[in-house]
Protein backbone atom coordinates (compact mmCIF):
# COMPACT_ATOMS: atom_id res chain seq x y z
CA UNK A 1 0.00 0.00 0.00
CA UNK A 2 1.50 3.47 -1.06
CA UNK A 3 2.09 6.25 1.43
CA UNK A 4 1.25 9.70 1.04
CA UNK A 5 4.50 12.01 1.63
CA UNK A 6 6.50 8.82 1.83
CA UNK A 7 5.89 6.97 -1.19
CA UNK A 8 4.87 10.08 -3.38
CA UNK A 9 3.00 13.90 -2.88
CA UNK A 10 0.84 15.42 -5.27
CA UNK A 11 2.22 18.07 -6.89
CA UNK A 12 0.40 21.93 -7.62
CA UNK A 13 -0.96 20.41 -10.70
CA UNK A 14 -3.15 17.31 -8.94
CA UNK A 15 -0.16 15.09 -10.42
CA UNK A 16 0.74 12.46 -8.24
CA UNK A 17 4.85 12.11 -8.23
CA UNK A 18 6.96 9.23 -6.90
CA UNK A 19 9.63 9.94 -4.23
CA UNK A 20 12.79 7.92 -4.70
CA UNK A 21 11.45 5.69 -1.49
CA UNK A 22 8.47 4.34 -3.95
CA UNK A 23 11.40 3.87 -6.53
CA UNK A 24 13.76 2.13 -4.37
CA UNK A 25 11.22 -0.24 -2.87
CA UNK A 26 10.22 -1.07 -6.51
CA UNK A 27 13.83 -1.98 -7.57
CA UNK A 28 13.94 -0.96 -10.85
CA UNK A 29 14.38 1.94 -13.03
CA UNK A 30 11.60 2.14 -15.51
CA UNK A 31 13.81 4.83 -18.00
CA UNK A 32 10.63 7.13 -18.16
CA UNK A 33 12.81 10.25 -16.78
CA UNK A 34 10.97 10.33 -13.31
CA UNK A 35 11.97 13.43 -11.32
CA UNK A 36 13.08 11.63 -8.55
CA UNK A 37 14.95 8.85 -9.72
CA UNK A 38 17.74 7.61 -7.72
CA UNK A 39 19.61 5.91 -10.55
CA UNK A 40 19.50 9.18 -12.13
CA UNK A 41 18.36 8.29 -15.94
CA UNK A 42 17.88 10.99 -18.22
CA UNK A 43 20.18 13.50 -15.73
CA UNK A 44 23.20 15.26 -17.03
CA UNK A 45 25.81 14.07 -14.98
CA UNK A 46 27.90 17.04 -12.84
CA UNK A 47 30.55 16.99 -14.86
CA UNK A 48 28.61 17.55 -17.81
CA UNK A 49 26.52 20.68 -15.84
CA UNK A 50 29.80 22.07 -14.26
CA UNK A 51 31.35 22.35 -18.66
CA UNK A 52 27.98 24.08 -19.72
Known amino acids: ?3 ENI ?6 DGN ?3 TDAYHLK ?8 CL ?4 KYG ?3 D ?3 IKK
Open 1 to 3: MLE
Open 7 to 12: DYYINE
Open 16 to 18: FVF
Open 26 to 33: RGYCCKNK
Open 36 to 39: HCPW
Open 43 to 45: KAD
Open 47 to 49: DEQ
